[in-house]
C-alpha cells in the first residue's frame, strides 16, 4: 500500500521569502504521479503543481517548484518570494498511473503554512 | 462554466437519520470520488467511482453508501451506522489516465454536523 507522509505540521515564513515543505512517499510502483494541493480558509483544494514521475525535470508553476528525488521518494515543494495569499493548508498527494483508466489520489495529513508580513 | 457542484454546503444531521450529500460535474469525467476531512487532518477515501453503475469502497467505506446511475452524478449517503459523521466532505472527479493531464478536480465541499 502507498503511503504518504508530511514530517512538519505547520511552518512559517515571512512574506517575499522562500519556504520549502517536505513530502515523502513509500511506493513499490514505478509510474505514478505526485500533487502539492493548497486548501485555503476557505477549504477549496486548489491543485499547485504536479509531477510525473518518468519526468526527471522538476516541475515549476511560476513561483512554486519542488524537488523530486525518485531513488529517495522525496517530494518537496518550493515556494519562492512568499505572498500573504500562500497562506493555507498544504497537502502532498500521490496517485498510480494505470493505463486508460483512472486511481485514487492519497494524502498526506498536510503541512500548515502561515505567511507573516 | 465547467465545474463540480456540492450541495448543500452545510447540513445537519439527527441521530438516526441519513443523509444524502450531492455531488454533479459537467466535466464529462470518468471517474468520481467522495473524501472525508477531519479537523486538522488530511482526507481519507470513502468511495470512488470510474464507470456509471460501478463504485469501489476505499479506506473508511463502512457507515457511508453511493450510487452512480449517471456520469455527471455520485451523490453520497451517510448512514445511522455512521457513529461519527461530523467532517467536511469533498467530492472530486477526474479524466481517465492515459490522457495526460490526470489531476483531481474537487467542488468546495459539505460541512456536515450531528445535532
Known amino acids: 500500500a502507498q503511503t504518504v507522509t508530511q514530517s512538519q505540521p505547520e511552518m512559517s515564513v515571512q512574506e517575499a521569502e522562500t519556504v520549502t515543505l517536505s513530502c515523502t512517499y513509500d511506493?513499490?510502483?514505478?509510474?505514478?504521479?505526485l500533487f502539492w494541493y493548497k486548501q485555503p480558509p476557505s477549504r477549496q483544494m486548489i491543485l499547485v503543481i504536479r509531477q510525473e514521475a518518468y519526468k526527471q525535470q522538476n516541475a515549476t508553476e511560476n513561483r512554486f517548484s519542488v524537488n523530486f528525488q525518485k531513488a529517495a521518494k522525496s517530494f518537496s515543494l518550493k515556494i519562492s518570494d512568499s505572498q500573504l495569499g500562500d497562506t493555507a493548508m498544504y497537502f502532498c498527494a500521490f496517485m498510480k498511473r494505470r493505463y486508460l483508466n483512472t486511481d485514487k489520489l492519497i494524502f498526506g495529513t498536510g503541512t500548515r503554512l502561515q505567511v507573516f508580513p | 462554466d465547467g465545474g463540480i457542484t456540492q450541495s448543500p454546503k452545510y447540513l445537519f444531521r439527527k441521530e438516526g437519520q441519513n443523509v444524502t450529500l450531492s455531488c454533479e460535474q459537467n466535466l464529462n469525467h470518468d471517474a468520481m470520488y467522495w473524501y472525508r476531512q477531519d479537523p486538522g487532518q488530511g482526507l481519507r477515501l470513502i468511495y470512488y467511482s470510474q464507470i456509471v453503475n460501478d463504485f469501489q469502497k476505499g479506506d473508511i467505506a463502512e457507515g457511508y453508501s453511493v450510487s452512480r446511475e449517471k456520469k455527471e452524478s455520485f451523490p453520497l449517503t451517510v448512514t445511522s451506522a455512521q457513529k461519527n459523521p461530523t467532517a467536511f466532505y469533498l467530492c472530486a472527479s477526474s479524466i481517465l489516465l492515459g490522457q495526460q493531464n490526470e489531476k483531481l478536480f474537487f467542488g468546495s465541499g459539505t460541512q456536515l454536523s450531528v445535532l
Open positions: 511506493t513499490s510502483e514505478s509510474n505514478y504521479y
